[in-house]
């Protein structure tokens, strides 16, 4: 299994950014995808997932912000983050799940499959 995540970079407050997931190694239409996120010192965070028929959970603290989607035929999800706060300010990791729980949950303990990660600074 293999998550590949791209799209973060340096904006700055109310920009926009769209993170892309590349899947591969197993069959990406029979599991959810999501993310999590950690800064310094804390534990990481769930922020959003999306199952196989396409449910959506996200945190509180970006559900009006963020919109997550995924193309199967691609094997590929993203996350568009608009309005993004310094708060925002993290390492984004994609992870599979089996059906979002875990990431509803917020157990990052739980997830078997991490990508590498893709640095997002939101910052003035």
């Known amino acids: 299994v293999q998550l590949q995540a791209s799209g973060g970079g340096l904006v700055h407050p109310g920009g926009s950014l769209r993170l892309s997931c590349a899947a591969s190694g197993y069959k990406f239409d029979d599991y959810a995808i999501g993310w999590f996120r950690q800064t310094p010192g804390k534990k990481r965070e769930a922020v959003s997932c999306i199952t196989t028929g396409g449910r959506t959970v996200y945190a509180d603290s970006v559900e009006t912000r963020f919109t997550i989607s995924r193309d199967n035929a691609k094997s590929t999800m993203y996350l568009q983050m608009n309005s993004l706060k310094p708060e925002d300010t993290a390492v984004y990791y994609c992870?599979?799940?089996?059906?979002?729980?875990?990431?509803?949950?917020?157990?990052?303990?739980?997830?078997?499959?991490w990508g590498k990660g893709t640095q997002v600074t939101v910052s003035s």
């Open positions: 992870v599979r799940d089996s059906d979002c729980t875990t990431v509803a949950l917020d157990w990052a303990g739980g997830i078997d499959h």
